[in-house]
């Protein structure tokens, strides 16, 4: 039932248990008190009807919470649309869709990422700033703390640094955008 969702799966086979304990233990007083109202032991029916009252209400609201687990899994799941479709569902110009999709995918499919880019791109335009231009986007990219597109944004150091790991350029590049973004969301703190 829960193929993609193993917390999603022990908690019904959790609940399925719970709920078979609570139908034995309505079934056991059931028996108690057919038992206690044939000796004549009102006391040990009083005790025994309270249990299977008790055992039942159970029941009932633990079958309520697996009717509830069943609706909500036989929902349909709404689709994670991607970058791409982010990017194309956007009024972005040309050359703005061009290099968001240089972009790790994080900074168009994650809410903080979608908000870092928002704040950039409404201050660089304050900035007087020409949208689809390259002084644009170097200035997003500096908001942003994104290595430059000009020459793939490496510095001389990083140049040899990739030049010496037997890396391209524009590998290494990439990969330290996705060091950058990774940084702006908390996982990596400079020492």
Do not use: C
Not at 30 to 41: N, T, V, Y
Not at 119 to 126: G, K, N, V
Not at 131 to 157: C, H, I, T, V
Not at 162 to 185: D, G, I, M
């Amino acid at each position: 039932m829960y193929e993609n969702n193993p917390q999603g799966q022990a908690e019904y086979d959790a609940l399925v248990n719970a709920i078979a304990a609570a139908h034995s233990d309505s079934e056991a007083a059931k028996s108690q008190l057919q038992l206690a109202w044939s000796s004549g032991d009102f006391a040990g029916a009083a005790d025994a009807q309270e249990r299977m009252s008790r055992a039942q209400a159970q029941l009932t609201q633990l079958e309520s919470g697996r009717q509830a687990m069943d609706d909500n899994e036989a929902q349909p799941r709404a689709r994670v649309p991607t970058a791409q479709e982010i990017i194309g569902s956007l009024n972005l110009m040309p050359g703005e869709q061009e290099w968001a999709k240089k972009l790790h995918p994080d900074w168009i499919t994650t809410p903080q990422g979608r908000n870092l880019l928002s704040a950039a791109f409404t201050l660089t335009e304050r900035d007087g700033y020409k949208r689809d231009a390259p002084e644009f986007f170097a200035q997003m990219e500096e908001r942003l703390r994104l290595p430059s597109s000009r020459d793939y944004g490496l510095n001389k150091a990083q140049l040899e640094h990739a030049k010496w790991s037997n890396v391209s350029p524009e590998t290494y590049a990439e990969n330290a955008r996705k060091l950058a973004h990774l940084k702006s969301l908390g996982y990596y703190r400079d020492q």
